[in-house]
């Protein structure tokens, strides 16, 4: 017999989400997956590159991601899915299979890409992989953009960046202790210098932002504009 909380899931996904299927799974490396999928979620919608679709999990739970790109016409968008942990959102697309149903939120405001008048300066980490690429894929005709990830595997990393040949980024390998901000603040205001006045971006780790904020400003280097959207934090769900 269900239950009160599945028949609730049931009704607010029903009342609140549209349904799409997916139409490709692919395995890039061990730890991504991109996941196409199509139907009336993603037709006749306005998607601004950097807005973030709500997909719904089940049992009363959601989660936002960052569509790659999205082709309203076509009514299909792709997804790439970093699987770290054991939360709600890696467990599905781990598990996800072409011909399978699922329900999309349109698309809710969160960075627009669109709207960038200097060279972009990008931060983020595996979980910023899918927001890089619609940056990039955006800035390919108005303008440069550079990337710089903290990551957990360099190797793995960079595979999936020629996979979708995104070749102006630079990684630093993760350390436990967060001594690798160092190098990544060491990068970012290398580049600052050969952009001048970029767009600042901080994506990914909710820590990991805070601490490159900081250090650059301590450093005497303005983020005046920044635009921040943080994905993950540890021990916290939902933050967009």
Known sequence: MPTLSRILSSAVGKLLFHPVMITGV????????????????????????????????????????TPMS???DAGSACFLFYLHGKGPGSGWAASAKAGDICQVMRPKDSIDFTNFTEPALFFGDETSLASAQALHLCRRQTGVARYVFEVNSPAQTEAVLRRF?????????????????????LLMAEQTTRMRSPQW????????IQSVQ???????????GSKVKAYWSPGKTGLD
Do not use: C
């Open 26 to 65: 692919e395995a890039v490396g061990e730890s991504f997956r991109l996941l196409t999928m199509q139907g009336v979620g993603f037709q006749s919608v306005k998607w601004i590159p950097g807005q973030t679709i709500q997909i719904f999990l089940g049992n009363l739970t959601k989660r936002a991601y």
């Open 214 to 224: 900081k250090s650059l400003k301590q450093a005497g280097i303005s983020l005046f």
């Open 165 to 185: 040949g995104m070749s102006q980024a630079s990684l630093v390998q993760k350390r436990e202790d967060g001594s690798h901000l160092a190098d990544v603040v």
């Open 70 to 72: 999205l082709d309203s």
């Open 201 to 208: 971006v901080f994506t990914g780790k909710a820590g990991s």
